[in-house]
């Protein structure tokens, strides 16, 4: 049991006392359900892969530290040094993000990875948390003052981040920074006719993915139409779903994770729902409520711009990611390849949401006279 005194003005003790307690409990009540989700639909997918059956789990416990470590670290920074990590870090990534097109893995069709060692890097993870939190800083700045082309600069960077993930291609990951960089935009005091044009630019975009890119079209035709192609994986997740009821089948007695290809990143959600039941579908629906919901609580409680853009930002995005992973595998939207937060498989995944909610923590942490 943690315990720090009121007067302990150590680095600990002031991080525990100024730290959102409950947001931090969500935060590991989620990773914890990722390690036992991963323990249970991983083991499938390598035997297709014949690999060893603890294969995906043993490298995703092997992050998990890492991660842990990441998140506590960076919630113990001040707003001004997690804008200064923001900003090196968004460099970094934007950089290696880039040199995709040119070193990057193919896999399924997409650049998307750098390759270091045993390890295979997304950068563009990466990208998502530290662009919301220069963005921030620059429509900040703007607002500060007006002769300093902040928002100028944060539309330049958008069209440089968006440019390099539609040509990788990744659409489901431009259309989340798309709206997080429009909803802080429209924090930020964006004119109501900038509103309506960049609607129109995003609904102009989407119409023009879907006519333009087969992999989009056949996606949207599917959800619309799930005889018009292959809905295989969207089927078997329903039918887990089905399977589970109430209080599903028990750990490990799932049987659809041995057919879903992709049962322990995109389709996560639907071995919960098999194995664990309705019930436990909704805990977890209810953990990242907390986070989205205590995250907009101490956002509006804010008086320094750049930390209500940046919590607004990071808040979004997480429960964005969230929703588009859960309505894909139930298909209340066309299936998109994204993973459910800190539950999915994947290390750059895991990574990038252990330093995005590090930023998060430290970011909400109550700081006597609005210090920064």
Same mark, same amino acid.
């Given at each position: 049991?943690?315990?720090?005194? @009121?007067? *302990?003005?150590?680095?600990?003790?002031?991080?525990?006392?100024?730290?959102? =307690?409950?947001?931090?409990?969500?935060?590991?009540?989620?990773?914890?359900?990722?390690?036992?989700?991963?323990? #249970?639909?991983?083991?499938?997918? #390598?035997? &297709?892969?014949?690999?060893?059956? $603890?294969?995906?789990?043993? @490298?995703?416990?092997? $992050?998990?530290?890492?991660?842990?470590?990441?998140?506590?670290?960076?919630?113990?920074?001040?707003?001004?040094?997690?804008?200064?990590?923001?900003?090196?870090?968004?460099?970094?990534?934007? !950089?290696?993000?880039?040199?995709?097109?040119?070193?990057?893995?193919?896999?399924?069709?997409? #650049?998307?990875?750098?390759?270091?060692?045993?390890?295979? !890097?997304?950068?563009? /993870?990466?990208?998502?948390?530290?662009?919301?939190?220069?963005?921030?800083?620059?429509?900040?700045?703007?607002?500060? *003052?007006?002769?300093?082309?902040?928002?100028?600069? %944060?539309?330049?960077?958008?069209?440089?981040?968006?440019?390099?993930?539609?040509?990788?291609?990744?659409?489901?990951?431009?259309?989340?920074?798309?709206?997080?960089?429009?909803?802080?935009?429209?924090?930020?005091?964006?004119?109501?006719?900038?509103?309506?044009?960049?609607?129109?630019?995003?609904?102009?975009?989407?119409?023009?993915?879907?006519?333009?890119?087969?992999?989009?079209?056949? &996606?949207?035709? &599917?959800?619309?139409?799930?005889?018009? +192609?292959?809905? $295989?994986?969207?089927? =078997?997740?329903?039918?887990?779903?089905?399977?589970?009821?109430?209080?599903?089948?028990?750990?490990?007695? +799932?049987?659809?994770?041995?057919?879903?290809?992709?049962?322990?990143?995109?389709?996560?959600?639907?071995?919960?729902? /098999? /194995?664990? +039941?309705?019930?436990?579908?909704?805990?977890?629906?209810?953990?990242?409520?907390?986070?989205?919901? &205590?995250?907009?609580?101490?956002?509006?409680? /804010?008086?320094?711009?750049?930390?209500?853009?940046?919590?607004?930002?990071?808040?979004?995005?997480?429960?964005?990611? %969230?929703?588009?992973?859960?309505?894909?595998?139930?298909?209340?939207?066309?299936?998109?390849?994204?993973?459910?937060?800190?539950?999915? $498989?994947?290390?750059?995944?895991?990574?990038?949401?252990?330093?995005?909610? +590090?930023?998060?923590?430290? !970011?909400?942490? @109550?700081?006597?006279?609005?210090? !920064?």
């Amino acid at each position: 049991m943690i315990s720090f005194s @009121r007067v *302990d003005t150590s680095i600990m003790g002031r991080w525990w006392w100024t730290v959102d =307690r409950w947001l931090l409990a969500s935060l590991l009540l989620i990773v914890g359900v990722g390690a036992i989700l991963t323990l #249970a639909a991983s083991p499938p997918v #390598a035997a &297709r892969l014949h690999l060893d059956t $603890y294969h995906f789990a043993l @490298r995703q416990f092997a $992050y998990l530290p890492l991660a842990l470590a990441v998140m506590l670290g960076v919630s113990m920074l001040t707003p001004i040094q997690v804008r200064r990590l923001a900003t090196l870090g968004f460099g970094v990534f934007i !950089l290696l993000t880039a040199s995709t097109h040119f070193l990057g893995a193919e896999i399924k069709g997409a #650049a998307r990875w750098v390759s270091l060692g045993s390890f295979t !890097l997304q950068p563009s /993870e990466f990208v998502k948390p530290t662009f919301a939190v220069v963005a921030a800083w620059m429509f900040a700045e703007w607002r500060k *003052d007006g002769n300093f082309p902040g928002h100028f600069i %944060a539309i330049g960077l958008f069209g440089l981040v968006a440019g390099l993930l539609v040509t990788q291609p990744d659409f489901g990951m431009t259309a989340v920074i798309s709206a997080v960089w429009g909803i802080q935009f429209f924090l930020a005091g964006l004119p109501v006719f900038f509103v309506v044009l960049v609607a129109f630019l995003f609904m102009t975009g989407s119409m023009v993915a879907y006519m333009t890119v087969d992999h989009v079209k056949s &996606r949207v035709d &599917r959800f619309l139409d799930p005889t018009s +192609g292959d809905s $295989y994986q969207i089927s =078997r997740s329903l039918e887990a779903f089905q399977n589970g009821g109430f209080l599903g089948t028990g750990p490990g007695e +799932g049987q659809i994770k041995h057919v879903l290809p992709d049962a322990h990143t995109d389709f996560i959600f639907a071995v919960a729902g /098999e /194995e664990f +039941g309705m019930i436990a579908c909704l805990l977890i629906i209810g953990l990242f409520a907390t986070v989205v919901l &205590r995250g907009f609580a101490r956002m509006f409680r /804010e008086d320094n711009l750049f930390v209500l853009l940046a919590v607004g930002g990071l808040v979004t995005q997480f429960g964005l990611q %969230a929703v588009i992973n859960m309505a894909s595998t139930t298909h209340l939207m066309p299936t998109k390849g994204m993973t459910l937060p800190f539950i999915s $498989y994947g290390g750059s995944s895991l990574l990038s949401l252990a330093l995005g909610m +590090g930023m998060l923590l430290s !970011l909400t942490r @109550r700081r006597p006279g609005g210090d !920064l």
